[in-house]
């Protein structure tokens, strides 16, 4: 990915929240009823912004970036994007998932970010120009026509993000994207999307485990705990994308507290 001319949307952090999540519960009907998975969540992202949402497993990550997404209907609170709630799946809001087969595995790298802008209604040598654009600004140029079986798990992960950029969304929802890839991999992917953010301006809600990459990709993190869960903390992280800078030391340690009061909160016993 070519970081080529920086971004010229108004800094993060000015202007109103592009998404709002207030007093937010939400869970599952199954056999034995509702359950919760998160109790109360609040918070904003502005325009520009990368949020990072983390906390222990099981704790309602996934869960939050789903109503986000409008796959899910919040039991209790309010979500509101751009102003509207309500929220039914849209490509405004365009995820990319962990799994490697999020592909279509019969349609080419080209054909698989083609096809998401066709349904979406773009005219189709449009949408192949498009698709190729956005799949040479992921450095895949010399993969448009290879199918998913012939992608490593990073060049996946890229066509991914190449067919969410491609949608134009005005907020990028990705849920632990590089959780399932190696570390020399993961760190490769992590700087070209920070570019690819800064040089398009684009709004992210990223769903992590790893607190290195809540610092370096984020400018603000979300921490969640508790089970049904509720934010614990809101820690900003603006401008500390270096692991050499002392920033990232403090707010790599700041993350490390809250995540292990949450341990002990969660193995503590019943009094
Ligand atoms: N489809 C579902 N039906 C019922 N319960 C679910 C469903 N999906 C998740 N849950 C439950 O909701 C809670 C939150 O799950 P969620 O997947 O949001 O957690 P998470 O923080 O994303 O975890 P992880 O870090 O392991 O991905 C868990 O207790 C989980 O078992
Ligand atoms: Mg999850």
Redesign the pocket.
Known sequence: MADTAEASAAAPGTGPPLLEVAGVAV??N?PDGY?A??ADASFTVRAGETVMLI??????????L?VVAGFLRPAAGRVVFDGRTGLAPGPDRAVVFQESDQLLPWRTALGNVAYALRATGTPRARARALARDHLVGVGLAHALDRHPHQLSGGMKQRVAIARALALAPRMLLM??PFGALDAQTRGRLQHDLAALVRRTGTTVLF?T?SIDEAVLLGDRVVV?GD?PSRVREVVDVAGVDRPDAPEFTAARRRLRALLAEEEETAHAPAH
């Open positions: 869970g599952y199954g359950t998975a998160v906390g222990p497993s099981g704790c309602g990550k996934s869960t939050l789903r849920d632990e769903v485990h969640l089970r």
